[in-house]
């Protein structure tokens, strides 16, 4: 199938569509834009910026991907925006560019960011991430895979959400939360491991058991995060993936874990 563009829809010449793209009435596509085979852009939608788009996406009415940086130390120059396949941006979203020139703001593939959310400028998403409506990334947030994130919760500058992780609606998140765990609250605090989660996503009675160990180890023993992390290094199943990707985690942290309940 041909490219579909609504002749009321405004394609800058220097724009590069891929085969199969659609474009709807009044939408708009900027001159810098590469928009890969197959993306669907609704009714007055807006892609524009130093900005790369995979395949099969779809952006609904009002989102506007490919914005300047809301950050005021942007200094102009050439920062970007690149985005994989298969992402789904619902209505009135908004993802921002870089600020430093020649950086990125990054996205994954099969991510769905739902209605009135924003993905500000520097933040690294991964894959398979769930953003529920009226959800907010501050500047340079980094999301691992399989995230789910509630209704309303905002999540501080330079926090880090681990892979298979869940935020409550409403919930702030001031510090990163690890690996495998649900936070909630305002602040988050961790509440349990992401237990329906981890089994819709198919892990084992070993792997939930590996991380019924961190959990308890992090969580329910006393430890101060040290003391913590050495326990977990010196544990029988320290050579899991599961055990090597927390510490992995933990060792990059910058900002500290959110604390439990």
């Given at each position: 199938m041909?490219?579909?563009i609504h002749p009321t829809a405004i394609v800058e010449p220097q724009a590069e569509l891929g085969d199969e793209v659609v474009v709807g009435a009044y939408a708009y596509i900027g001159g810098q834009v590469v928009i890969g085979d197959g993306t669907v852009l609704h009714h007055h939608a807006t892609v524009q910026g130093n900005t790369r788009m995979g395949k099969q996406g779809e952006v609904f009415p009002f989102a506007c991907i490919g914005m300047k940086t809301h950050d005021l130390k942007y200094k102009g120059g050439?920062?970007?925006?690149?985005?994989?396949?298969?992402?789904?941006?619902r209505e009135f979203t908004s993802v921002h560019m870089a600020t430093k020139d020649g950086e990125l703001t990054r996205m994954g593939d099969d991510n769905v960011i739902l209605?009135?959310?924003?993905?500000?400028?520097?933040?690294?998403v991964g894959n398979h991430f769930v953003m529920s409506s009226q959800a907010a990334l501050a500047g340079h947030v980094i999301v691992e895979d399989h995230v789910n994130i509630g209704w309303g919760a905002g999540v501080h500058?330079?926090?880090?959400?681990?892979?298979?992780?869940?935020l409550g609606a409403m919930a702030?998140?001031?510090?990163?939360v690890p690996p495998y765990v649900i936070a909630d609250g305002n602040p988050a605090v961790v509440r349990s491991i992401n237990k329906v989660g981890l089994e819709r996503s198919d892990f084992?009675?070993?792997?939930l058991e590996a991380i019924k160990q961190i959990f308890r180890t992090v969580y329910r023993q006393g430890l101060n995060r040290a003391q913590a992390l050495d326990a977990l290094r010196a544990h029988a199943l320290a050579e899991t993936p599961e055990f090597?990707?927390?510490?992995?985690?933990?060792a990059s942290s910058q900002r500290g874990f959110a604390p439990s309940r």
């Open positions: 041909a490219r579909q050439e920062p970007g925006l690149i985005i994989g396949d298969r992402n789904v941006f209605a009135y959310s924003h993905i500000a400028h520097d933040c690294i500058q330079f926090c880090r959400i681990g892979m298979y992780a869940m702030k998140v001031v510090q990163d084992t009675v070993a792997q090597k990707h927390f510490l992995a985690f933990a």
